[in-house]
T-cell receptor
Framework: GNSVTQMEGPVTLSEEAFLTINCTYTATGYPSLFWYVQYPGEGLQLLLKATKADDKGSNKGFEATYRKETTSFHLEKGSVQVSDSAVYFCALLDSGGYNKLIFGAGTRLAVHP | NAGVMQNPRHLVRRRGQEARLRCSPMKGHSHVYWYRQLPEEGLKFMVYLQKENIIDESGMPKERFSAEFPKEGPSILRIQQVVRGDSAAYFC???????????FGPGTRLTVT
């Protein structure tokens, strides 16, 4: 079945450091891919998405490129801030007909001043 | 436009009691999804509903769990005879008809003592 694998956390960075969170997927076809962010005590917010191969999703300084050759969708940010501390989830849209999301386990990011 | 609303935000139940979780989708959204997040894990799909219909319940445990989305009122996720393993955060998401993008509520954190 379809699945998403994310790098394990926690990831601890200093402010203004470069961020990469790895995400790879297994799926039939080319599903839409997403990054969600969850701040402490809150629900998930859509951060960015890509719907086809070579698409680049971007938002709030975060970017991710849909790479079908490597089945990856790595999240990057050039300069992180303390306010970026959260849990980040990679997800794919299961194309089995009912639009359910399949999530990775999440990666906790802690940014220190 | 109010977002997806869930209540209660926190729910404590003793083993053997019933838990009822409510979800009001965004205005104009007719599709509701329920996901469960166990501690330190990603979200797992439970059920997908449209008004008065269960479309996909492949992620629902076979016993004790049920969901509904009536013509009027919120969607309800019901857990009968709760056990400690039901302790988790339960998230609801909604989407409009014909759109795969899901908007998440803040979640209900269920604790079974």
């Amino acid at each position: 079945g379809n699945s998403v694998t994310q790098m394990e956390g926690p990831v601890t960075l200093s402010e203004e450091a470069f961020l990469t969170i790895n995400c790879t997927y297994t799926a039939t076809g080319y599903p839409s891919l997403f990054w969600y962010v969850q701040y402490p005590g809150e629900g998930l917010q859509l951060l960015l998405k890509a719907t086809k191969a070579d698409d680049k999703g971007s938002n709030k300084g975060f970017e991710a490129t849909y790479r079908k050759e490597t089945t990856s969708f790595h999240l990057e940010k050039g300069s992180v801030q303390v306010s970026d501390s959260a849990v980040y989830f990679c997800a794919l849209l299961d194309s089995g007909g009912y639009n359910k999301l399949i999530f990775g386990a999440g990666t906790r990011l802690a940014v220190h001043p | 436009n109010a977002g997806v609303m869930q209540n209660p935000r926190h729910l404590v139940r003793r083993r053997g009691q019933e838990a009822r979780l409510r979800c009001s989708p965004m205005k104009g959204h007719s599709h509701v999804y329920w996901y469960r997040q166990l501690p330190e894990e990603g979200l797992k799909f439970m059920v997908y509903l449209q008004k008065e219909n269960i479309i996909d319940e492949s992620g629902m445990p076979k016993e004790r769990f049920s969901a509904e989305f009536p013509k009027e009122g919120p969607s309800i996720l019901r857990i009968q005879q709760v056990v400690r393993g039901d302790s988790a955060a339960y998230f609801c998401a909604s989407s409009p008809a014909g759109d795969y993008e899901q908007y998440f509520g803040p979640g209900t954190r269920l604790t079974v003592t």
